[in-house]
């Protein structure tokens, strides 16, 4: 059974605060990705990763930076919190290729005050 | 880029009613993928769309594909409690992308 987890349930920051986010998966997958979730704006792509050391930028990276160094591990990070990125994070890791399906963590509800 | 377009933004039912929501996308997919999220948990994979015009279906689900790979729904017959959640697809053009999702309550 694919395990996808995250580092906190909730989290709260002040805003400029550097936030690390972390999602560890246990299936060996090559894809990794990291998603804001909003109400009415569904799951944006923030960043991606395809293998160790890879990234791809999303659809809103800006005011975020990732970090992959194991195939396992991939550490999102807001390098100065703002109040706009108060959000629900979703990270997700699958097989390599268009046919296979995510797999998503529980989520983390962060709130930049 | 790609763009993914979902609709209704929300739907409420009465209980053993049916549900539609409709995917269109700007441009021509490779494969759509359905997705469930409960309240309060994370979406989770239902199904996979590969072929233009498929149809699969699981119990009271219907899935479709269109024939131009360009938009896909998913329809619920005689929807239950145990329906309620959020409905996403994803489209896939070298890479994903999500739609906003349809938000189904139901009424017992």
């Known amino acids: 059974d694919v395990k996808v987890t995250q580092s906190s349930r909730y989290l709260v920051k002040r805003t400029g605060e550097k936030v690390f986010l972390e999602c560890v998966q246990d299936m060996d997958h090559e894809n990794m990705f990291w998603y804001r979730q909003d109400p009415g704006l569904g799951l944006r792509l923030i960043y991606f990763?395809?293998?160790?050391?890879?990234?791809e930028k999303g659809d809103i990276p800006e005011g975020y930076s990732v970090s992959r160094e194991k195939k396992e591990r991939f550490s999102l990070i807001l390098e100065s919190a703002s109040t706009n990125q108060t959000s629900m994070y979703l990270c997700?890791?699958?097989?390599?290729?268009?046919?296979?399906?995510?797999?998503f963590g529980p989520g983390t509800r962060l709130t930049v005050t | 880029g790609q763009q993914v377009m979902q609709i209704p933004q929300y739907q409420h039912v009465q209980e053993g009613e049916d549900f539609t929501t409709y995917c269109n996308s700007s441009?021509?997919?490779?494969?759509i993928q359905w997705y469930k999220q409960r309240p309060g948990g994370h979406p989770v994979f239902l199904i996979q769309l590969v072929k233009s015009g498929e149809v699969k279906k699981q119990k009271r689900l219907t899935f479709q594909f269109g024939e131009a790979k360009k938009n896909s729904s998913l329809h619920i017959t005689a929807t239950q409690t145990t329906d309620v959640g959020t409905y996403f697809c994803?489209?896939?053009?070298?890479?994903?992308?999500f739609g906003a999702g349809t938000r189904l309550t139901v009424k017992p």
């Open positions: 994803a489209g896939n053009n070298n890479d994903m992308r």
């Open positions: 441009t021509t997919l490779s494969n």
């Open positions: 990763s395809y293998d160790v050391k890879m990234k």
């Open positions: 997700a890791s699958g097989r390599r290729g268009l046919l296979y399906e995510q797999y």
